[in-house]
């Protein structure tokens, strides 16, 4: 079965059997209340006491334990300490992101499980100025720009020009004098983008469908790097990005409008 896109993880939540072992990866403070083990840098102590794990309504009490909490690297080198198709659902929400090294985490959760639910931010909105301050793109700490096709994730990284310079950008400011890679006077500019930005953003926002890729997927899938390793190259694939992104005619909707999911 390849990758498949759902509106929401209520989704994800319905595929669970009652017999199902369940693994959270990077569940830390929120994790999965379903699950019956969870994955994460934090410690139990630092989580556990804070009782934020959910979904309570379906399963108001944690299924995982003090000893089915696993403290650890999920980018180590070595194997995760469970066995091959040991749980039948995997959850990873919020996490491939952040990562140093998210395609190693793909391949254990590919080893560890029959299937699972991936939730990471879109590259439409880590595209976007002001989704945390307007002097840069999308969430602070995000390392990786994701996309997915039929049966792969491709992570690119969230390199510094796209914070820098507008052309990258996704906005709904006018692209005077931006269609090309070179720099030149009209850099000058710049600053007018983010007001321009913000002053539309008063009276639209962004499509909340083009805000997080919800992802089911089974029996495996293929996690890669996209490499772009030449300057030109890389600021052309940039700005290719922002072209096609900024034709969806329904990007941006109203304020009070719904818009999406």
Same mark, same amino acid.
């Not at 996309?147 to 390199?159: D, M, Q, R, V």
């Not at 321009?196 to 029996?219: E, G, M, S």
């Given at each position: ?118 939730? %990471? ?9 002001? +989704? ?59 600053? %007018? ?18 805000? +997080? ?39 941006? +909707? ?8």
């Amino acid at each position: 079965m390849p990758i498949t896109t759902v509106a929401s993880i209520e989704s994800a939540f319905d595929c669970i059997r009652a017999g199902d072992v369940v693994l959270d990866v990077g569940g830390g403070q929120t994790a999965i209340s379903r699950a019956n083990y969870v994955l994460d840098f934090q410690s139990w102590e630092s989580c556990h006491r804070l009782e934020r794990w959910w979904p309570k309504e379906r399963w108001p009490r944690p299924y995982f334990t003090r000893e089915t909490w696993i403290q650890r690297d999920v980018c180590s080198a070595e194997a995760w300490p469970f066995r091959d198709k040991q749980f039948d659902f995997v959850f990873c929400l919020g996490t491939l992101e952040d990562l140093r090294d998210p395609i190693r985490v793909c391949e254990e959760m590919v080893r560890v499980g029959k299937a699972g639910y991936i939730e %990471m931010p879109t590259r439409i909105l880590e595209s976007m100025p002001g +989704v945390e301050r307007l002097r840069y793109v999308g969430h602070s700490h995000h390392r990786w720009l994701c996309e997915f096709s039929e049966n792969e994730i491709a992570f690119l990284f969230k390199h510094a020009q796209l914070h820098v310079y507008p052309r990258f950008h996704v906005t709904l400011c006018p692209w005077i004098g931006r269609p090309r890679k070179s720099h030149g006077w009209t850099e000058a500019f710049d600053f %007018m983008d983010a007001l321009f930005h913000q002053v539309n953003r008063w009276f639209r926002r962004p499509n909340p469908k083009y805000r +997080v890729n919800r992802l089911l997927w089974r029996d495996g899938f293929v996690a890669r790097e996209k490499l772009l390793v030449d300057k030109d190259e890389l600021e052309a694939e940039l700005m290719e990005f922002r072209r096609r992104a900024m034709a969806l005619e329904d990007l941006w +909707v109203k304020k009070g409008d719904r818009g999406g999911p």
